[in-house]
């Protein structure tokens, strides 16, 4: 038998986590070509995931260093679309008669730019990959490839000989899902590492492609279709199996909408059998349905009573109604958005709300407003700052929008810094507070000082974040660097220095309580300030406990979960007080009651302190509480 050629498919994460992020996308394709009988006999295909942060030269020796492929396929994303030109580049040198081909949204239907800056790229994928590339394979095999057929192979874009690029005809999507060959149950995505443990930080898997919405900032519907399209239910069963057998305890679903349609609901009930029988999983995180209806609440109910974790998403974007009109989203119900988060916090569910600065037809103020309003609903906000993706309405409208833009000093994302409604002085200014708002306030780094600051200091959320910002940008401890605001825009590698600075560097927590004794508690009223101290140390007391506090060394293992247990009293019930003022109740600053705390804490935030979903798992929960006469009193260190 003749040796088989390789085809390298390389996938890279955007964060640099001890754990892997699962390579579904080269999954997909990896596993049509093995499922090919032609192709299997021909090519052995080989997929190289690359943790976030990799440097390039590390990555071509491990893409490279067993040996070069025939075939090298790269799934591209703003993140690493300069690495992935540059590996394209060493490639070329070491088999110049070999084929490079890209895919992913960051480079679909952008052909005139990356042939442009990258010679040795021959073809990229307009779409879904799973049918285009395995005939992208068979035409090389048959020598046929860029000539003559080409021009018969739907959704690429390639160079011809003579250097010209031809973008063929558009290739709809599947409609069959049941046709493309499960990563999963192929095995074309490994499961265990070495050890025999789940590699990743969370399993990754769709149960639907489609989008039907066309908001302006976003190319999902663009890119998997308007019409929604779903996976056969007793395929999804049999992953989700799988999942449960390396006892997985996240599924993040990635559909556009979970909660829409009825069969959303099925799949609930079939994951819930399979925990119930299991024990795993026990999360399920999605980007929900942006109109909520019966059906939703049907489905977090459900979720509820079966114990099956989740964050809700109130994903308004901006309360602003010409932005929202010019973002095209003035079709969603979202106006009730108030009564949502107040059912769901109602009902002890953790949910969080999204909103995008910079977005055209939103001024700062308007802005500001918008998030101070939406914070007394839901402190927990993941702000984005505007970024223009390829193939969406802002990019192709940039002009209408005034749009000024940059591209990322650590990416290729293209990130706003002005527009007709916003100047570049205005977005500079927004830095700091964008730094500490996707740090902290995304995070749930504080969860419980938000509203007693409003209520007795007056301080909105937006204030506090603006305060943290200021102090920590004079602070001369070389702690407070990961936190100071960024020169030009906070991109992504910033936010994420400052979330491992806030929740692993126990220095930090010692600078917030200096923080909190000379900015905050001057403004609070006399009357309440022990109270609100309380609620304080409550907040830092309850944050994850880290390897590097003495406490880890006190964890117990259960069910396989490592587990920290102690008692602590409070001189208030913070979590009560703040549910009373939440509800709108007055506190009688008097009414103090000795309070001791039965807590529990996961650890091991190391291993999953970039996914924000996974790292809320880790704070303290109360497991008990009870009125006392008398309890050690925590430290806020």
Known sequence: MTCRKRVTLVQQGVWAMPLESMPLAIGYVKAAVDADEVLHDEFETVIVNLRGGTPVGSAISEIFAEQVPDVLAISVFGWNFREALVISETFRQLNPGGLVVLGGTHVANQADRVFRLSPEVDVIVNGEGETTFPELLHARLRGTFPEPDGNTIKG???????????????????????????????????????????????????????????????????????????????????????????????????????????????????????????????????????????????????????????????????????????????????????????????????????????????????????????????????????????????????????????????????????????????????????????????????????????????????????????????????????????????????????????????????????????????????EYRELVDEVFRFDLFTLPIVEAAPEAAEAKDENGTMTYRRSATFRADVPAIVARLSAGQEIDPGELTLTTFDLAWRLGLEDYIDNHEEALLHMGRVERSYATEQGSMPSVS
């Open 156 to 526: 690429i874009s390639f160079r011809q000989p003579d250097g010209t690029a031809v973008t063929t005809e558009k290739r709809v999507g599947t409609a069959d899902l049941g046709s493309i060959v499960s990563p999963f149950l192929s095995g074309a995505v490994p499961m265990v590492n070495r050890m025999g443990r789940f590699r990743y930080d969370v399993a990754l898997m769709e149960t639907n492609r489609g989008c039907p919405y066309h908001c302006a900032f976003c190319y999902w519907g663009g890119a998997i279709g308007q019409k929604i399209r779903r996976f056969p239910r007793e395929r999804l069963v049999a992953e989700v199996e799988m999942f449960a057998h390396y006892e997985v305890h996240s599924l993040v679903l990635c559909d556009a909408n979970f909660g829409m349609q009825v069969a959303d609901e099925e799949f609930l009930e079939d994951v819930i059998k399979i925990r119930e029988r299991t024990g795993f999983p026990r999360a399920i995180e999605s980007s929900w349905a942006k109109n909520k209806s019966e059906l939703f609440y049907r489905i977090v109910r459900r979720m509820k009573d079966a114990g099956l974790h989740s964050s809700f998403t109130v994903a308004l974007q901006t309360l602003h109604e010409d932005a929202l009109q010019l973002m095209n989203r003035r079709n969603m119900k979202l106006n009730d958005w108030k009564s949502l988060a107040e059912w769901l916090q109602g009902e002890g569910l953790e949910c969080y709300a999204e909103i995008i600065w910079g977005a055209p037809g939103e001024t700062k103020e308007s802005f500001l407003r918008g998030y101070d309003e939406l914070a007394r609903y839901v402190p927990r906000i993941a702000t984005y700052p505007l970024m223009v993706l390829p193939n969406t309405d802002y990019s192709e409208r940039r002009d209408v929008f005034g749009l000024i833009t940059a591209r990322g000093e650590s990416d290729d994302f293209e990130y706003v810094l002005a527009s007709r409604s916003m100047t570049l002085q205005e977005n500079l200014e927004m830095q700091g507070f964008l730094l500490w708002a996707r740090s902290a306030a995304e995070n749930s780094f504080f969860r419980f000082i938000w509203r007693p600051l409003l209520q007795y200091a007056g301080l909105t959320q937006s204030q506090v974040l603006f305060k943290l910002a200021m102090w920590f940008d004079d602070c001369a401890d070389s702690a407070a660097e990961p936190l100071k605001k960024p020169i030009t825009v906070v991109e992504p590698s910033a936010v994420n220095s400052a979330v491992r600075a806030l929740f692993l560097d126990l220095r930090v927590r010692e600078l917030l309580a200096e923080w909190w004794a000379e900015e905050i508690r001057p403004l609070i009223r006399p």
